[in-house]
């Protein structure tokens, strides 16, 4: 899949120390490649690695993050950034509003129609009515009646009626004079693009002037389904696209080329066949998705924001000499706590996010530790190796903690001390120690 492609990428970063030019190419064509095997058009995958990797060498390297992890942000940046970066919602203000629902026959048009329907009533409190203007196929209608009495919503059809702009005229004026504040038209669709059939939905459009025409296109179809969406918009200028069918097993180029080639936004996917299985499209999710990640975004953002190259040397001086004490751990501490609660860390960890979801972790054990070293004098926290019993004694008296809290946390402490002692034995053994994926 892509995103088992583009991990395969980032891995030849891994253990590289910086970013270099060469390592960056190398990179860069294996995303090149993932792309363009997942449908993108060559023009657009090309053009995106060009970004990418003049965004990856202009990029200061820091030593709180690896170059694989930075690559990683930039390829989600940008491919967030080719979907349409934020999210478009539907404009639904007019009373009655009317969307207009267009694609190929088979691209999920009426199931989408009562998931729209379904999430507008659910999520936006509206009162949608639900137009059967398929003339072609008799079995469209009921599709939508069973689909309309799932959800509760009430389904316009004229079954003798072979007119759609009539239909849908009539539709409206029900609508307007029963109290619907929304008209969702589902139209016919053929299974290629057709004159008849364009001509028929533009022939809706002009009639109607809906506030909202959404293209509904299956992204299993993967390069034709850009081409259908150009042909459909064109003719169309419709205001939104709709991706159907995302829980089968898309190669994901279809999501990655239609806004950059039509230039309209995809503003939602759907996933299977039950109704309430609609979700508003947020490129930044899309992007993640495709990368098969959790937000690591998030946590490189804030690992940046927090450690200062400056902070990062005076550290590794300190234990180069053995003399990282209690002061450091502390500001150590401070520095991770500031980056968000232990749990949302953990969960923003590529393929940990899952795990600890249900997990019950709280930072209680910080605030222990916290409070113990807070007990400490200054010139205990400066040199551990002062704290005997009777201090022992007084710092957990003080912290509201066991004695024995204090001579683990003493014990785990003195571990730490040991082992970077031992590192700092091995050549290059202190870099270990920085953060690094
Ligand atoms: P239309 O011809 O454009 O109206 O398409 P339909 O709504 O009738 O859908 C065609 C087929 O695709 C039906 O069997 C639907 O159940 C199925 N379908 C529609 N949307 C999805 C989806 O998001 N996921 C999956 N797996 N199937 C879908
Ligand atoms: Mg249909």
């Known amino acids: 899949s892509l995103s088992e492609r583009l991990e395969s990428a980032f891995k030849q970063l891994k253990g590289e120390g910086r970013i270099s030019e060469i390592n960056v190419a190398t990179t860069v064509k294996e995303i090149r490649r ?21 965004k990856a060498l202009g990029e200061k390297v820091i030593t709180a993050i690896s170059p694989s992890q930075l690559m990683v942000k930039i390829v989600k940046d940008e491919l967030a950034e080719l979907m ?11 009373n009655p509003t009317v969307i207009l629902i267009a694609g190929l026959q088979g691209s999920g048009k009426t199931t989408f129609s009562g998931k729209l329907a379904n999430f507008l009533k659910t ?41 759609a702009v009539q239909i849908a005229e009539n539709a409206i004026k029900q609508a307007k004079a029963q109290g619907y504040n929304i008209v969702i038209i589902d139209t016919a669709g053929r299974l290629a693009v057709d004159e008849v059939m364009m001509t028929e939905v533009a022939n809706v459009k002009a009639a109607v002037q809906p506030q909202e025409i959404l293209f ?3 992204s299993m179809t993967g390069q034709d389904a850009v081409n259908t969406a150009k042909a459909f918009n064109d003719r169309l200028d419709f205001t939104g696209v709709v991706l159907t069918k995302l829980d089968g097993d898309t190669r994901g180029g279809a999501a990655l080329t239609i806004k950059y080639t039509v230039n309209k936004p995809i503003k939602f996917v759907s996933m299977g066949e039950k109704l309430d299985t609609l979700d508003v499209f947020y490129p930044e999710r899309m992007a993640q998705r495709i990368l098969g990640m959790g937000d690591i975004t998030t946590l490189v953002e804030r690992a940046q924001a927090q450690f200062n190259e400056e902070q990062a040397k005076k550290l590794e001086k300190k234990i180069r000499q053995n003399q990282f004490d209690f002061d450091d751990f502390k500001e150590q501490l401070q520095q991770i706590k500031k980056m968000g609660s232990i749990k949302d860390l953990l969960g923003m960890i590529p393929g940990v996010g899952k795990a600890v979801k249900d997990l019950d972790i709280s930072d209680d054990s910080f605030k222990g530790i916290e409070a113990m070293i807070n007990s400490m004098t200054p010139a205990e926290r400066a040199n551990p190796d002062l704290i005997d019993g009777s201090r022992r004694k007084r710092i957990a008296k003080g912290a509201g903690k066991e004695i024995t809290d ?9 571990q730490m001390r040991q082992m970077m002692k031992m590192m700092n034995k091995i050549p290059g053994g202190a870099k270990g120690l920085k953060m690094r994926g």
Do not use: C, H, W
Not at 141 to 157: A, M, P, T
Not at 406 to 414: D, G, H, L, R
């Open 84 to 94: 349409g970066n934020t999210e478009v919602e539907l404009d639904i203000k007019a």
């Open 216 to 218: 509904v296109v299956d």
């Open 34 to 54: 993932a792309l363009v095997d997942a449908d993108v058009n060559y023009k657009i995958a090309k053009e995106f690695t060009d970004k990418v990797k003049d």
């Open 406 to 414: 204090v001579n683990q946390f003493m014990k785990q402490f003195e």
């Open 123 to 163: 999520q936006k409190n509206k009162k949608p009515l639900l137009v059967a203007a398929d003339i072609y196929r008799p079995a469209a209608i009921d599709q939508l009646k069973v689909l309309g009495g799932q959800i509760g919503v009430e389904v316009y059809s004229e079954p003798e009626n072979k007119n």
